[in-house]
């Protein structure tokens, strides 16, 4: 028995569903090497000759390495170095193939659903989805309508936010298809750890990551505008206070390509420029991580100096391919991820291949009822939430608390989502007491390009650093692990994921819905229309109440 995992066991939270450990199968925990998961065996006997004392130093030599790097994160209004634990997460090839299966299908469904929003929304006509659910979404953009990107490729780059259950069954917690990040941490968190665990990378067979710049260089200059044969890619970046600024410098940088701010860029003669030493040079691609509202101060927030007055025309014309795609928020709607299951079916004609979370719509006023009813048993998520942020565990909250997030919630239910309290599944994370099981989640990252969707192997593992924490994100104190997606063994292979057909929109694609497009007067007909001017007068009125 390791020295290491002498007092392994469990979460000690009570009145809580024990939680999927992914390294011992056993409830007790790791008292023998036998009921250790065989994905986990390799990474177990190479820790057995370790002492506290040697995995902690080199666990200490890797936050020395990532502090001089630069590679730290804002918490609290302090730069520390991103915490990166020494354990890696182990995921075998056959639960890749599934997770791997599961994200492009994804992926591609809301590719296909974000075309259809600013297009002829025949997912609304057909009833799939609610079109006050879409207008009413803070991410849903009218300005993006008529955009045609290059391609057809809206989600360039996306991130899907899994959690491994109590069973152990993967499931989608959220979509980011916005400006999803992390994926510098992917890459630096593997160079490192080849350095701490250098005996595993000779024993074991870990599928690479360093080939992401190379697969988004790729798909950025496929997407650039017709008729260009040599791109012009930059990356906009809001400056070096952004807290995901190394992201920006190290995607830049291992691409090959210019990181400029707003203040480099201008439009003019129906085109986007650079301003460089040498004069003005044109930009055909912007791999853009600003937000919509900062992009383009004519559109949107006019006093932004973030972006560069005129690019949304600049779009429109067809003369530069913004990624992600403006008006990509409402598909991260967390009231929009309730209907993805069903836009799957809709626009692919297949069954899911990893399912949702549960989750209550609480505009539904049976589920609203049921949720005030029950709210200390659920997670309470507001809609258009990132990071944690305004997010509410039930049975860890206060009595106050709770009441004015009923307030809240009655007030305005289209903004929340109810969930249950999930144990996400627990890995081995040194601690300060030693080695204990924490909670984490995965986000796996896809590249969109030339019709195909390429999903990075590992992806990020966020880790909750504190006993019984289930919020895993860093800005709220989580941290990281290296994801390591591991081959098969001799003479076996993972079986195959192949999603099943469906068969529950059988018309699907099939209608046209002449004159069906956002922008025009007539889009949705008088009672979705009258309900979209009561929802944007209650959002008003809320605002000037906040």
């Not at 992926?107 to 025949?122: C, K």
């Not at 383009?296 to 600049?314: E, H, K, T, Y």
Request: glycine letters at 10%; aromatic letters at 8%; one cysteine or more.
């Amino acid at each position: 028995m390791s020295q290491l995992f002498a007092n392994y066991g469990r979460s000690t939270d009570t009145g809580r569903t024990p939680a999927w450990d992914e390294m011992f199968a056993a409830t007790g925990g790791g008292n023998e090497a036998e009921q250790v998961r065989p994905g986990y065996a390799d990474l177990y006997e190479a820790l057995s000759h370790m002492s506290q004392e040697e995995l902690r130093g080199r666990a200490d030599a890797l936050a020395s390495s990532y502090l001089a790097q630069g590679v730290t994160f804002d918490f609290a209004g302090e730069e520390r170095p991103f915490p990166l634990d020494a354990i890696p997460r182990i995921v075998e090839a056959s639960d890749w193939a599934r997770i791997e299966a599961g994200v492009a299908q994804r992926v591609r469904a809301l590719e296909a659903f974000l075309a259809d929003v600013y297009g002829r929304q025949d997912a609304v006509r057909d009833g799939v989805i609610p079109a006050h659910v879409i207008v009413s979404a803070p991410g849903f953009l009218r300005q993006a309508a008529g955009i045609e990107p290059a391609g057809g490729v809206r989600v360039h780059v996306a991130g899907i936010d899994l959690i491994r259950d109590q069973h152990g069954d993967w499931r989608v917690l959220e979509d980011n298809v916005r400006v999803p990040s992390g994926v510098s941490y992917v890459i630096s968190n593997r160079e490192v750890m080849a350095q701490t665990l250098p005996e595993l990378f000779a024993r074991m067979s870990i599928r690479q990551v360093t080939d992401y710049p190379r697969k988004l260089a790729a798909a950025l200059r496929a997407s650039a505008p017709p008729g260009v044969e040599e791109p012009t890619v930059v990356v906009l970046t809001p400056g070096v206070f952004n807290s995901a600024y190394f992201e920006h410098t190290l995607l830049a940088r291992l691409m090959g390509v210019e990181l400029v701010e707003g203040r480099d860029l201008f439009c003019s003669g129906g085109f986007i420029w650079m301003r460089t030493t040498s004069g003005p040079q044109k930009v055909d691609v912007i791999y853009r991580r600003v937000d919509d509202d900062f992009l383009d101060p004519l559109q949107f927030r006019a006093d932004s100096v973030l972006g560069a007055p005129g690019l949304l025309n600049v779009a429109r014309a067809g003369n530069v391919t913004i990624a992600n795609a403006i008006g990509n928020g409402v598909a991260d709607d967390k009231l929009v991820y309730t209907y993805v299951p069903d836009l799957i079916r809709y626009f692919l004609h297949e069954e899911p291949v990893l399912p949702n979370v549960e989750t209550w719509r609480l505009e539904d006023p049976g589920s609203l009822d049921y949720v005030l009813k029950n709210v200390r048993d659920l997670v309470v998520k507001p809609v258009d939430g990132s990071g944690g942020k305004g997010l509410v565990v039930g049975d860890r909250a206060t009595p106050e608390q709770l009441e004015a997030l009923k307030e809240k919630v009655s007030a305005n239910p289209r903004g929340w989502i109810a969930q249950p309290i999930i144990q996400l599944s627990t890995i081995p994370t040194l601690v300060e007491g030693g080695m204990a099981p924490r909670h984490s989640d995965l986000r796996p990252f896809a590249v969109s390009g030339d019709g195909d969707v390429w999903v990075l192997p590992g992806g990020l593992t966020r880790v909750a650093l504190p006993e019984g924490q289930l919020v895993v994100n860093s800005s709220q104190g989580g941290g990281s692990k290296d994801t390591w997606v591991v081959g098969t063994r001799a003479g076996e292979a993972p079986t195959p994921v192949v999603p099943q057909p469906s068969t529950r929109y059988p018309q699907a694609q099939g209608s046209i819905h002449p004159g069906h497009q956002l922008g025009q007067g007539d889009t949705f007909d008088d009672d979705d229309n009258r309900l979209r001017q009561q929802i944007e007068h209650q959002q008003q009125s809320l605002g000037k109440e906040a």
